[in-house]
């Protein structure tokens, strides 16, 4: 799987939050610019493992970029069945 991919499987995750597309961007913070609470970003972990088959815990204390994410997804990917903190 490459980035891009990963970004659009984001993005459409965080657009079924209700998140305006125009407010997703590689530099976007899940919890300063986003305002994402803990049961979302709960949300988005399990979003990518139905979507993506790959588990990635995404911690609402320590704030993320979108870009950070995605690369936590391709960790996931090349580790295979994995869990990925």
Known sequence: MDIPKAMDTLKAILV?????VESVHKDTLLCKDLQLDSTETVEISLG???QLGVNVKLEAREDMTLA???NLIEAAVSAGPKNVA
């Not at 079924?16 to 305006?20: H, Q, T, V």
Request: proline share 9%; aromatic share 0%.
């Open 68 to 70: 950070q994410v995605c």
């Open 16 to 20: 079924d939050l209700g998140i305006p």
């Open 48 to 50: 990518l493992k139905r």
